[in-house]
């Protein structure tokens, strides 16, 4: 394998778009392209974008957004006006400071140094109204990310939707036929897939560079908060945060203040604990490495589970095990471990380990010499992958993590989910998208979910 290079931006960015130019998938309908996409970066030029979800990646997305020179953000969306108890608890999010942030982000660069043009808004709708707005950025929670992509596409946006692609399989075809039924550009939010490092590793394991893949273990992490046990009691919903509008698909519920921001992916209601949210970049990862991208695993199986007390708030698994099988006798293994070694492929011939963030993409062939062990590095793809997405929109050639590659990589995450709830070993039809065999039918219940109110799409 050669040394991964960082190339520049300028050389990737050519790079990626002549490879993905090659392979242009034509989208299902016309694709009418708003005027303010063509041309250089002009202010009339530049895409315009909005970000629905100003919370924990809201904020990183934004200012990865706002980096790019031929990107204007237009507006930000959050049904939380503004409040700690994020991820750092003392980080204060939601939409007024997002709107901050952002005009204070363009004073800086215009010549009177003020800026206002950023509208906030706390109903996304009102977002997707606007005829100025040609992408969102999906950062809300996992249960809306469905409902605000389908939303968003029906509107002629193009969508960045932030990792997993949604809560349910079924939900997530039904992302995949609005985005192509409007001829949309969607990129899923897992950037590694803009990490050079990981798609030459991926790439390696792909081409045969340690043989036949036996093995791959994706690493996700323990629960990072600890919610309230069993005898909870429910909190006054505070000023300024629409609870009702932060529910929306999900089932009524009463409020808490660790049920919603940050901590919503330990509940199942809202997200897939750490088997989606880390398991859309490790297992995404593994999907890549061993060409399976529009396909899955045909067996699922339940290994170990643990889960807090029944009444705690967390339902999600906080230690897990499962294990896949696919077609040609590769097993994906899903554990809790230290999340900063992502996944390791075994071969025949040799192992391949990526690291958090690519920064090590470690290859092991059996006759390594220590030069051939890569050196660390320091890599975050995040920005990289913000300007795929919008090369994309420009070129409506497909992003480097199309909307069914982020479809089949959280699916998986969700099938492992389903065999852990189950505590069985199932069987998958990659094709159909259905459980088969004689636990089919309980497994396939687990497939879709209901949707409250007007937000069944
Ligand atoms: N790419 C990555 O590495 C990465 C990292 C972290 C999170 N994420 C993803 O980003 C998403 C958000 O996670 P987070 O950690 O930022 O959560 P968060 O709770 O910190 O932020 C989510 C924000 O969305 C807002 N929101 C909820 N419902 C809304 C609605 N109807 N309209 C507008 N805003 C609404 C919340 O009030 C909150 O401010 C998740 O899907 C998560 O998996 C991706």
Not at 192 to 214: L, M
Not at 274 to 298: E, K, R, V
Not at 352 to 357: A, E, H, K
Request: hydrophobic residues 35%; negative net charge; glycine residues 8%.
């Amino acid at each position: 394998m050669s040394e991964p290079k960082s190339p520049s931006s300028a050389e990737r960015t050519r790079r990626d778009f002549l490879q993905r130019s090659a392979a242009a998938v034509a989208f299902a309908a016309p694709t009418i392209v708003p005027p303010s996409v063509f041309g250089a970066t002009a202010p009339s030029n530049r895409i315009n974008v909005a970000c629905i979800g100003t919370g924990n990646q809201g904020f990183l997305d934004l200012k990865l957004f706002m980096a790019q020179p031929d990107c204007q953000l237009v507006a930000v969306c959050d049904v939380n006006r503004g409040s700690g108890g994020y991820k750092n608890a003392e980080d204060v999010r939601g939409r007024e400071p997002a709107k901050q942030m952002v005009e204070q982000h363009y004073s800086r660069r215009s010549e009177g140094g003020t800026y206002k043009g950023c509208d906030a808004y706390s109903d996304f709708r009102d977002v997707l109204a606007r005829d100025d707005v040609d992408a969102v950025i999906v950062v809300a929670p996992d249960h809306w990310h469905e409902a605000m992509t389908i939303a968003a596409a029906n509107a002629g946006k193009d969508i960045y939707c932030e990792k997993p692609l949604g809560r349910t399989i079924a939900g997530q075809r039904r992302m995949i036929a609005a985005a192509r039924e409007n001829g949309r550009v969607v990129q899923t939010g897992s950037h590694e897939r803009s990490n050079p490092y990981v798609r030459a590793a991926c790439e390696f394991v792909r081409d045969g560079g340690i043989g036949k893949v036996e093995r791959v273990v994706c690493n996700v992490g323990r629960h990072n908060k600890v919610g309230p046990g069993p005898g909870w009691q429910e909190a006054p919903v505070p000023a300024g945060f629409d609870y009702d509008m932060w529910l929306g698909p999900a089932p009524d519920a009463p409020y808490h203040p660790d049920r919603c921001l940050y901590n919503f992916r330990f509940i199942d209601d809202y997200a897939g604990g750490q088997t989606t949210n880390f398991g859309a970049h490790s297992i995404d990862m593994a999907q890549w490495g061993l060409g399976t991208d529009h396909t899955g695993p045909t067996k699922v199986e339940h290994v170990f589970a643990d889960y807090l007390p029944e009444g705690s708030l967390f339902d999600a698994a906080t230690y897990l095990n499962f294990r896949c099988k696919y077609e040609n006798g590769a097993v994906l293994e899903c554990v809790t471990g230290h999340p900063s070694v992502r996944c390791m492929f075994y071969g025949t011939d040799g192992v391949v380990s990526i690291d958090n963030q690519g920064q090590n993409a470690l290859v092991i062939p059996r006759d390594a010499t220590p030069d051939m062990l890569r050196k660390r590095v320091k890599y975050h793809s995040g920005s990289d992958h913000v300007r795929d997405f919008l090369d994309s929109v420009r070129s409506r050639s497909e992003p480097a993590a199309p909307i069914e590659v982020g479809h089949r990589s959280a699916s998986v995450c969700h099938l492992g989910n389903i065999a852990l709830r189950l505590r069985e070993k199932l069987s998958w039809d990659p094709e159909a998208e259905r459980f088969e065999g004689t636990k089919a039918d309980a497994a396939n219940e687990l497939l879709d979910r209901e949707q409250r109110d007007s937000w069944t799409t």
